[in-house]
């Protein structure tokens, strides 16, 4: 089992940036890989970033790449997602997930474990 915690959301301004942590915890992290995804109102959920375990490869949306970057901290059984240059469209419940001893994935539905989500609110 491993449960997730985000934290890090909040409101600000388009062109302001926030860092979200992941914090694991039931077991290491360090062959986990993780994944950040989110969901607007009335939107499906969607795939904004994952770094797998192996080799702390990335992977990225089109829409968040060169403003986002994931990262992680296998000692402190954490995850960042740093986000950079917010827009409107940012606007949503941002997710961590977890999936135990395989490569990093792009779908939603391979994630075993997931948070209970973080609110960011990018106002213009």
């Known amino acids: 089992q491993v449960q997730l915690v985000e934290a890090g959301g909040g409101l600000v301004q388009a062109g302001d940036s926030l860092r979200l942590s992941c914090a694991a915890s039931?077991?290491?992290?360090?062959?986990?890989?993780m994944g950040w995804f989110r969901q607007a109102p009335g939107k499906e959920r969607e795939f904004v970033s994952a770094?797998?375990?192996?080799?702390?490869?990335?992977d990225y949306a089109e829409s968040v790449k060169g403003r986002f970057t994931v990262s992680r901290d296998n000692a402190k059984n954490t995850v960042y997602l740093q986000m950079n240059s917010l827009k409107p469209e940012d606007t949503a419940v941002y997710y961590c997930?977890?999936?135990?001893?395989?490569?990093?994935?792009?779908?939603?539905?391979?994630?075993?474990?997931w948070g209970q989500g973080t609110q960011v609110t990018v106002s213009s």
């Open positions: 770094i797998s375990w192996s080799d702390s490869s990335t």
């Open positions: 997930a977890a999936r135990p001893w395989r490569s990093r994935s792009a779908k939603a539905n391979e994630y075993d474990y």
């Open positions: 039931g077991r290491t992290i360090s062959t986990v890989a």
